[in-house]
């Protein structure tokens, strides 16, 4: 349950329930997921479907957030230019491995997946959910960032961010999950056997500036079957060298924005 008090807030907080569900909710859940009164939910929704944010089933009556928000982030991600600068980069990547190549950035607490090549020519392909937030305790990608963080804050946000079985079965034990993070921190990368989805290992590496920010993560993700323990040296060495590369693109783009904005 989480607690918010501003209009403004109120409004947001509507907007990411809706968006973190991908699916329609009815009103009832919405306002004791956020602890609203149902008048104060009804309200809210109203307005946020006259503008267009929200939409409302017709025969259900449950809501469902509109493509507003997805088109707004698609076209501000596009303004960005930081796909366009690191796909490249990615895509070799997935040339070398053969497998599912992703991305992700920070966003706050957390990570956002903003970009994929798939690079397996034949056989198995590994297609994941397109989803947008990162499952931080079970995948390799969450295991990567949070080995960044301080053990207390990365505790606190893996638990906190706990709500898939699958995470919540990661961090059974506090202190085996530690452990996992400070040899993923002394390697430079993560792994995840078969922990977020059966079938599925994934190999991760934080994407660090010079000055030591951690802004994102890279990972190479297959079958098992295929991404066996003899490939995972290799597998490792070449995400860890792409997170290099990444790392150094970043603030490349920052620049070239910041001139364009100058110009």
Request: proline share 3%.
């Amino acid at each position: 349950m989480r607690v918010v008090n501003s209009l403004v807030e109120r409004c947001f907080a509507v907007v990411e329930l809706l968006a973190n569900e991908a699916s329609t909710i009815r009103l009832g859940e919405i306002a004791e997921k956020l602890d609203l009164q149902k008048s104060a939910a009804h309200r809210m929704l109203t307005t946020l479907c006259e503008i267009g944010w929200v939409e409302q089933e017709p025969v259900t009556g449950f809501y469902k957030l509109s493509l507003r928000l997805a088109i707004l982030g698609q076209r501000f991600l596009s303004a960005t230019h930081l796909t366009d600068v690191c796909q490249p980069v990615l895509e070799e990547l997935a040339s070398e491995s053969a497998e599912l190549v992703r991305m992700a950035v920070v966003q706050g607490e957390t990570l956002t997946w903003i970009a994929q090549v798939q690079g397996a020519r034949n056989g198995l392909r590994y297609q994941p959910e397109l989803v947008a937030r990162v499952r931080l305790a079970a995948t390799a990608n969450g295991k990567a960032y949070l080995s960044t963080l301080e053990p207390t804050d990365a505790i606190r946000i893996a638990v906190n961010d706990a709500g898939h079985k699958a995470e919540k079965r990661a961090i059974t034990s506090v202190e085996e999950f530690m452990g996992e993070l400070a040899l993923t921190k002394k390697r430079g990368w993560a792994i995840s056997i078969e922990e977020a989805e059966p079938g599925v290992i994934a190999i991760a590496a934080p994407i660090t500036l010079a000055g030591g920010q951690t802004v994102g993560t890279v990972s190479v993700a297959g079958p098992s079957s295929r991404l066996t323990p003899e490939r995972h040296e290799k597998i490792s060495l070449a995400v860890s060298a792409t997170a290099g590369k990444l790392g150094e693109l970043w603030p490349l783009r920052q620049r070239d924005h910041n001139a364009k904005q100058s110009a």
